[in-house]
């Protein structure tokens, strides 16, 4: 019912920056939790980013914090990931996920949600 659709990753160098996006329908964005997690071959998903409904809260794992920036567009039923200072260990496949009820454990967690987007590969040059 809820679909989630990323865009904007690509080939950067080491240092550069990028801004992923993802696109939300079916569902009240407004209602949503999303969050921004990541995935490179042979490893688990992990956490990268969460916003809260309003987008007035957000958690960042240790190894991005002052480098990205979760943001949201209600209005546009849009999340953004801002990655600046990107470096080859943040290649990986980006996630985008939601969730739209009420939950009471770990939002670092896949666990947590309910939808998820196709992923947008980043690669980061050395």
């Known amino acids: 019912q809820v679909q989630l659709v990323e865009s904007g990753g690509g080939l950067v160098q080491s240092g550069g920056s990028l801004r992923l996006s993802c696109a939300a329908s079916g569902g009240t964005f407004s209602t949503f939790r999303m969050a921004w997690f990541r995935q490179a071959p042979g490893k688990e998903r992990e956490f990268v980013a969460t916003?809260?409904?309003?987008?007035?809260?957000?958690s960042y794992a240790d190894s991005v914090k002052g480098r990205f920036t979760i943001s949201r567009d209600n209005a546009k039923n849009t999340v953004y990931l801002e990655m600046n200072s990107l470096e080859p260990e943040d290649t990986a496949g980006y996630y985008c996920?939601?969730?739209?009820?009420?939950?009471?454990?770990?939002?670092?967690?896949?666990?947590?949600?309910?939808?998820w987007g196709q992923g947008t590969q980043v690669t980061v040059s050395s």
């Open positions: 916003i809260s409904r309003s987008g007035g809260s957000t």
């Open positions: 996920a939601a969730r739209g009820s009420w939950y009471s454990g770990n939002y670092y967690s896949t666990g947590a949600y309910d939808y």
